[in-house]
């Protein structure tokens, strides 16, 4: 019951169809659904952990933002923004049909979660933000703009490990098989035998384009719409989500709880035992 599923939904764009790959955890039937969305250049099997450890109680739907992982490429590049990853996930909510939705988001999957949330009539009721919220970092947007977009090869599974610990480093003190496993499902092999990283290179140009010129991004209108229970993860040591804007977000809107997850940075992968029950226990408390 608890096996993981491979699946495939089609969405639209104004440059035609593409394939959104997602795996699901836990009971078919079950009509409480956890969505949980990764981050910016990252994959839905970054939740394979939560997701089982999630599986007794939920059907749990992890899927790959289009032009990330095993998802479609767009053809107009220019759609690589919150609106069209927007647009794809109701798609997706559409095929899953939950009578209870939860939502949990990493960064940008944290800010399509933020944007749904806030709609009224929204499905979602409630909402875990892990390391984002609704004022962006200029500094930390610069710091990942660095590396996004870039299409390094690597000649072995080893030497892309190297690269994406190096990249990723604010991610924290993880076992070398989770570094592993953060690894390989963000690879993509070639024609020749090397290994390059499983995001579509164009997904920069629209960020770069939006948030490119190192100003904090302000949100607040969004957040302050979302009406359902909210948690906030942050990494102590984030870049991203600021101490004072995760307090704020304690204040105002739907007043969050907030936990923050020490020697960590941006942001908090969701694989040991103690990150996973503060978003157990908020989700079923």
Known sequence: MNAMRQNLVQCLSPG???????????????????????GLTRCG??????AAAMADRYRVICP???????????????????????ADMVTLLARVQAKTLHWLGTSM???????LASQEGTPVSRLVLNDVGPVLSGAAIARIGEFLGQAPRFASVDEAEAYVRAVSMPFGALTDAQWRHLTVHTLRTLADGRFEMAYDPAIAAPFQRDLGDQRDIDL??????????TLVLRGEQSDLLSAATA?????RGPRARLVEVAGVGHAPMLMDAAQIEAVRSFLLG
């Open 247 to 251: 307090l704020a977000m304690a204040e």
């Open 109 to 115: 999957g944290g800010l399509i979660g933020m944007v």
């Open 45 to 50: 099997r970054d939740f394979d952990i939560l």
């Open 16 to 38: 035609g169809f593409h394939d959104m790959a997602y795996v699901e955890w836990g009971d078919r039937d079950n009509d409480r659904v956890l969505v949980c969305v990764h």
């Open 220 to 229: 607040w209108p969004i957040y302050d719409a979302i009406g359902c229970p």
């Open 64 to 86: 790959d933002v289009v032009g990330r992982g095993r998802s479609g490429w767009l053809r107009d590049k220019a759609g690589y923004a919150i609106p069209q990853y927007c």
